[in-house]
């Protein structure tokens, strides 16, 4: 083990990172002086990173502060098909050697990620702060995790290492030993550009496979940070590679390569089942069928029932709905009420709407920054547009003013569950409200989605809380608190249906998915 890593590496030593409270001023100047050192990098040039080399290339992509996006953040050179192509055959000649480094060791290398990212937690809160438009709590909130993740997979990884025994027939041996999978490749969203794309790669690296990193091109800087912290913890340079570029431009070729042998992808619906599309095909030279680890969404409901605690709820329903802009696939984008107390609790959710700040995300006196680029505020705006015509706005509805890419909280009450707003992912700071008409109604219209990701239930009433545990189809349900805010250990995240493949990350059985079990039985005596 590391002689950095402070604490031994057993599951019950294992907490939660504490958050930094900002309204202390002694942190509130450290944030300050962080997000000037951080600033004073803008506009720095990031090469490729293959399998321990530096390169450079003809094309080159420039990441923005959505605050400001007249301020370039970072200036990355893009990969090419061929960059992808040579960065897989680098993971796959590795791979052995990295899978032959013993668990504890590698458990080791993934603790001291963590304590390296500790100590440069207001660093990492500040580029959050400036690449993603994430306000100071939501960017502490994602560092936490990433933390989190990497102290817990660790612990996990130990354990995988000395399985329960089995069974012993009389007369023989008998064992099952995890081995690692391969060349994974790690496909992570712009909204956790530092947590999710951690906790995907430090799961693949900790099981002894080697990985292709693909960055969002909205957040490749925190990515590039993030390399950083992986070389200096000792993972080796050829263990991964660091490659943007456009899923179109080498995206595939990652995918479809057949020394490829899984593909961890959090993001979009429809990229993600074109990834499992591409994945199933089994080109010339492949021996293995690839498996795809997926987190696709959501259209997540909090059900408020007639006996609920409005003034509960309603805070539930709003920090659910408009943290981070809405932009969290956990978020609330439906809030489903009774009728009994529909018009009590919507004047409750307009009054703490209408109280929240908007303006740029250094600003800690915003509650909200901005959404991501320009793309995602015009399909957002669209979307309010539409939801104007299905129902009836209570507040918001437009932008806020500034440079950068903002937008009010919205509120559209009266929205029938056939309509787009009720359907449709918007991944913005727009919340659809629906009457029901009972607590029965309430689930079957939650249920009325495709998606099944997280969700939660306001009732004082245990009947229904029992019936909702067993029919509000969701792989993350929570009970009279927000539907956002998983943490690590506690709360494994994953859906159902086209959320993905349910994978628990943050639980028990996550590392599962980067190993494949092998079975051995030996005569004695």
């Known amino acids: 083990m590391s002689a950095a890593t402070s604490t031994p590496l057993d599951l019950a030593s294992f907490k939660n990172e504490p958050y930094i409270d900002f309204t202390k001023p002694e942190n509130a100047a450290k944030m300050k002086a962080a997000l000037a050192h951080v600033k004073s990098e803008l506009g720095k040039e990031y090469p490729l990173y293959v399998a321990g080399e530096r390169r450079t290339t003809n094309a080159k992509l420039s990441s923005l502060n959505p605050s400001r996006p007249s301020e370039v953040v970072g200036v990355h050179y893009k990969g090419s098909e061929q960059d992808a192509r040579e960065a897989v055959e680098a993971a796959y000649a590795y791979f052995p050697v990295w899978a032959a480094v013993p668990m504890r060791d590698r458990a080791a290398m993934a603790a001291q990620v963590a304590d390296i ?234 009054a703490k709407t209408d109280a929240l700040t908007v303006g740029p995300s250094d600003d800690f006196a915003n509650y909200m920054g901005p959404v991501i680029n320009a793309k995602a505020k015009d399909s957002i705006l669209n979307y309010i547009e539409v939801g104007q015509k299905e129902g009836r706005l209570v507040t918001g509805g437009a932008t806020a003013p500034g440079e950068g890419y903002f937008i009010r909280p919205t509120v559209i009450a009266d929205i029938d569950a056939k309509a787009r707003l009720f359907q449709e992912e918007i991944f913005g700071p727009v919340l659809a409200v629906t009457k029901a008409r009972d607590f029965d109604h309430a689930l079957e219209l939650a249920n009325d989605s495709e998606y099944g990701l997280t969700g939660a239930v306001y009732s004082n009433n245990r009947t229904h809380v029992e019936k909702a545990r067993r029919q509000f189809f969701v792989g993350n349900l929570y009970i009279n608190r927000k539907c956002t805010g998983a943490m690590v250990g506690a709360h494994p995240f994953g859906g159902f249906n086209m959320s993905g493949t349910d994978s628990k990350a943050g639980g028990p059985d996550y590392l599962l998915q980067f190993v494949q079990a092998k079975s051995i039985a030996e005569k004695i005596g």
Request: include cysteine; hydrophobic fraction near 45%.
């Open 117 to 350: 990212i500790r100590r440069r937690k207001y660093e990492f809160d500040a580029w959050l702060v400036v690449e993603a438009g994430k306000t100071w709590n939501e960017a502490e909130a994602d560092v936490a995790e990433a933390i989190d993740f990497c102290e817990y997979y660790a612990r996990q990884a130990v354990l995988l290492a000395a399985p329960d025994p089995l069974v012993q027939l009389p007369g023989e041996r008998d064992e099952m030993l995890y081995l690692p999978l391969g060349v994974g490749i790690v496909i992570p969203p712009w909204n956790f550009p530092l947590a999710i794309l951690l906790g995907m790669t430090i799961a693949a690296l900790v099981t002894g496979n080697t990985v292709v990193i693909k960055p969002s091109s909205d957040t490749p800087t925190v990515a590039a940070k993030f390399a950083e912290a992986l070389l200096e913890a000792g993972f080796p340079p050829r263990s991964f590679s660091l490659l943007v570029g456009s899923g179109a431009a080498i995206g595939d070729v990652l995918v479809s390569h057949p020394k490829t042998r899984f593909i961890s992808f959090t993001g979009s619906r429809d990229v993600g089942l074109h990834i499992n599309e591409l994945a199933a095909k089994t080109p010339k030279g492949q021996v293995w069928i690839k498996r795809v680890v997926a987190e696709m969404g959501g259209k997540d409901a909090i059900i408020v029932d007639a006996d609920a605690d409005l003034e509960q709820a309603a805070a539930g329903v709003v920090a659910s709905a408009f943290g981070f802009q809405g932009q969290k696939c956990s978020a609330c984008s439906r809030a489903i009420v009774h009728e009994a107390i529909y018009d009590r609790l919507l004047e409750r959710i307009q």
